[in-house]
């Protein structure tokens, strides 16, 4: 083929264009793949990649699925249910299980919110929202027990968490009640001990601090409690009762006390951060006062006459502002005087000695509780 001048430098031309363009295009290339090279430390995942989980749990006795009956607790700790909720970052919940395992199998790459109820209600397929935000009743059950923690599982091929679950209620501990009245008063019958205002309900990450039972030691908030009554405090059919009454019924004589005839007791309700005095009877009744304390109140006869010892646990209790998590109230009480004739009446000095010792409720203790 001949060319001649112009056609030859036109044909040289789309030789140059197309070399050019092929170069830019390999260069091109070189740097795209320069770039994915630059990003091969965090590689994208295939579905393949998984990881193994182990989750224990700590805080509960080693054999979790059973108590020893519905009537007599031997260990606070113990567990009636457990439920073990995986969430994936978003909240969504990935997998839930009855029990602690040793081989759960979950895409690598991620950070997963491992989450531990114990005791709770039922759920079936919560986020983590629904979950820190599920309201837990008193009535239902006071033992219940929580504790939430990371795994990460972006690189690491096996990851264990260790779940120690702590009470989300509190306990109030009658250790003994001795009777230090003159002997020629009779006998103290120790008919009924009970907590006042006392919060029902708890979230696992956010405890609320509604008072819903026995406000102001009365079944009902608009049936006042006359002087020397004992119908008009807290009543064996109200709701929660069997955590927050009891009625030992028992009678001392000058220098015994409730130890002695093997009783002791326990109450429980969820945490009150509440920390006040509590207020005279001149109490209007109404439920316009949601800033009380919790109370413990002994109620007792002398003779034919009804007669209330009153401890206020937020102001008798330094340690702590009101009643905590987690945490035992152990209260010992010696009765030196006749206490008040209404249960809004706090105990006076020298009517009685007044002793509270405050540890973790961490392992349950070693009485048997009476429920």
Known sequence: MHLCGKQFICFMKKI??????????????????????????????????TSTL???IEGVDAEITTRASTSEISSDKTAQSTQIFIFEPAGACAKKLSAASNDIVLPRGFKYTVAALINGPELANPSLTALRDKIISLKDHPFVMYKEQQADLTTAAEVSVALKVTSLGARVRVKNVTNNLPS??????????????????????????????????RNNINTPISDGSVTGSVSSSAEAAAYTLKEPALALSSGESLSGKGYSCS?????????????????????????????????????????????????????????????????????????????????????????????????????????
Do not use: H
Not at 31 to 42: A, H, I, P, Q, W
């Open 184 to 217: 020629w008063l009779g006998n103290l019958t120790i008919n009924k001990m009970f907590l006042c205002n006392v919060v029902g309900t708890a979230q696992p990450k956010a405890p609320t601090y509604n008072i819903t039972y026995n406000w102001y030691g």
């Open 267 to 371: 109450f429980y309700c969820f945490p009150n951060k509440n920390k006040t005095a509590i207020p005279d009877t001149g109490y209007s009744g109404t439920t316009a006062d949601q800033s009380l304390a919790t109370w413990l109140t002994v109620c007792g006869t002398v003779g034919a006459k009804t007669y209330y010892w009153t401890i206020n646990l937020g102001e008798n209790i330094s340690k702590t502002t009101g009643l905590a998590a987690n945490y035992t109230y152990d209260v010992t009480l010696t009765i030196n005087n006749l206490g008040s004739l209404n249960p809004t009446v706090p105990v006076v000095p020298g009517s009685a000695d007044i002793s509270c010792t405050i540890s973790p409720w961490t392992d349950g203790g070693d009485i048997i509780t009476s429920i």
């Open 16 to 49: 140059f264009i197309s070399l050019s363009c092929t170069l830019t295009a390999v260069l091109l290339l070189s740097s795209c793949d320069k770039m994915r090279g630059e990003k091969t430390s965090s590689p994208q995942l295939s579905p393949e990649e």
């Open 54 to 56: 182990s989750i224990s």
